[in-house]
């Protein structure tokens, strides 16, 4: 479980390509403070497991490596990363961390695209297409990761959704350099695909009179 709130910018340093998997190895510093092999680390908002860090192998003390298999890099832009490339990171979270964005599960619903960015004076607007299966999970106000970063919904379409972006945002994550065209993987509201579920279960079992009122 993750809050959303990234804590570094790692970078790709190696990505070994496998049959059926790969092998990703991340240059990073914070994260690697305490991490050991097992631990969970989301990259760009994608839950991977720590297989083992430069530090326990007698390796540079700031690398780490996770394996990525196919079906993960199937449904999120992981399968698209190359050696040099920025990568938003964030360690599970713990009992007595503050709960700064919202309930993360590093499980990516889907892969978005950036439309458009407007910069404004203290923030920029960012566009961002979205596939129609998710439209339903998102409202205005509501929240959403994208690449990792908790984030609230400003207006929720059909086919799209923005966000705001402020400064610090802009600056501390891979956000701050996505443009036009941009993959980014997307993860709704755990709280509202529950939801959506429960009344699914619900309202499938109704009879059209249980349904319906005198």
Not at 101 to 113: K, N, Y
Not at 151 to 177: C, K, M, N, Q, Y
Request: net charge negative.
């Amino acid at each position: 479980m993750f809050t959303g709130i990234v804590e570094e910018l790692g970078t790709v340093e190696a990505v070994e390509r496998q049959s059926d998997a790969v092998r990703l190895t991340v240059r990073a510093d914070l994260v690697l403070e305490d991490a050991r092999p097992g631990d969970s680390i989301a990259v760009n908002g994608c839950c991977l497991t720590v297989v083992s860090t430069g530090s326990a192998s007698g390796g540079p003390s700031d690398l780490w490596t996770a394996d990525v298999m196919a079906e993960t890099l199937d449904k999120t832009g992981l399968g698209r990363l190359a050696p040099g490339d920025r990568v938003n990171l964030e360690r599970a979270v713990t009992a007595g961390t503050r709960l700064g964005g919202h309930l993360v599960q590093g499980h990516v619903d889907g892969v978005g695209h950036v439309v458009r960015r407007d910069p404004g004076e203290h923030w920029e607007v960012v566009t961002i297409s979205l596939p129609p299966d998710l439209a339903p999970y998102l409202v205005d106000k509501g929240s959403i990761t994208v690449d990792g970063v908790s984030l609230t919904v400003v207006e929720a379409g059909d086919e799209s959704f923005t966000v705001s972006l402020i400064p610090e945002t802009l600056r501390r994550t891979t956000l701050g350099f996505r443009e036009p065209g941009a993959p980014v993987n997307l993860e709704v509201d755990v709280i509202g695909k529950y939801v959506a579920r429960q009344l699914e279960a619900r309202l499938g079992r109704l009879t059209p009179t249980e349904g319906t009122s005198a």
